[in-house]
């Protein structure tokens, strides 16, 4: 009866120490994946500027896009962004800062405009759909 006792404690004891033991490092260890950004399509990006995609408000809704151009516009216009855009938020090139502008309007406000660039984008727009829309901005 001891002996059996015995038995199980050591068993038991094993058994907590193999558990405590950490797997991974037992595993081998795999290179992180990466995936090539999706290149834009300046056309395409044309379109979704001014006619949205997926049901979402097209940017022309609230953007001018010819240099000097005087209208309705409730945004800053983009002709030239991509050199404007480049000097707005340190640390962030033009394409950059563009697709942070779509993604998360709210982290950097344009002087001289308010906080009201719709932002759900993000919700209507898939990587392809942000990289054909950068293309055609950085094209202007």
């Known amino acids: 009866m001891k002996r059996h006792l015995l038995l199980v404690l050591m068993a038991l004891s094993l058994l907590s120490a193999a558990c405590t ?48 151009a005087y209208g309705f516009a409730l945004g800053p216009n983009l002709a030239d962004v991509r050199g404007r855009a480049a000097t707005r938020v340190a640390g962030l090139d033009a394409a950059a800062y563009i ?8 982290a950097y406000i344009a002087p001289g405009f308010r906080d009201i660039m719709y932002p759900e984008f993000a919700a209507y727009f898939d990587e392809q759909d942000i990289a054909d829309l950068i293309a055609y901005l950085m094209s202007l």
């Open 21 to 68: 033991y950490n797997l991974t490092q037992l595993l081998p260890r795999s290179a992180p994946v990466s995936y090539p950004e999706p290149v834009g399509d300046a056309a395409r990006g044309d379109t979704i500027f001014h006619q949205g995609v997926n049901g979402s408000p097209p940017c022309s809704s609230c953007h001018l896009t010819a240099a000097g």
């Open 99 to 106: 697709r942070q502008s779509v993604l998360d309007p709210h």
